[in-house]
Nanobody, 126 residues
Framework: QVHLVESGGGLVQAGGSLRLSCTAS????????MGWYRQAPGKQRELVAI???????TYADSVKGRFTISRDNAQKTAYLQMDSLKPEDTAVYYC????????????????????WGQGTQVTVSS
């Protein structure tokens, strides 16, 4: 199976910065797109940023120019650098990997889709 572990959340004042990390572990052969989503209280989960295995990023309009997503394929880790944070960025941030190929004892390899981390809280005070 695949485990995604996020870290780096916390409390920061408006205008400050945080860096989130998400590391995938397990018998992983290949990882496709990695991304960050967030969910604020009373709101639906929304996309923040995603990055393909080739390094192409996509951002929500609300974070363009302030957030930067990157990844280290060798470390199976994605990062989200968040600058110029605003109170409206307050949410639980979740790491997502849309497709992972893992070793399987019976078949050699199998695909696992839509993997989520446990979430990390980001709170931005005004």
């Amino acid at each position: 199976q695949v485990h995604l572990v996020e870290s780096g959340g916390g409390l920061v004042q408006a205008g400050g910065s945080l860096r989130l990390s998400c590391t995938a572990s397990g018998s992983i052969l290949n990882i496709n797109t990695m991304g960050w989503y967030r969910q604020a209280p009373g709101k639906q989960r929304e996309l923040v940023a995603i990055i393909t295995s080739g390094g192409s990023p996509t951002y929500a309009d609300s974070v363009k120019g302030r957030f930067t997503i990157s990844r280290d394929n060798a470390q199976k880790t994605a990062y989200l650098q968040m600058d110029s944070l605003k109170p409206e960025d307050t949410a639980v941030y979740y790491c997502n990997v849309d497709w992972v190929l893992v070793r399987d004892q019976a078949t050699g390899a199998k695909s696992i889709f839509d993997n989520w981390g446990q979430g990390t809280q980001v709170t931005v005070s005004s």
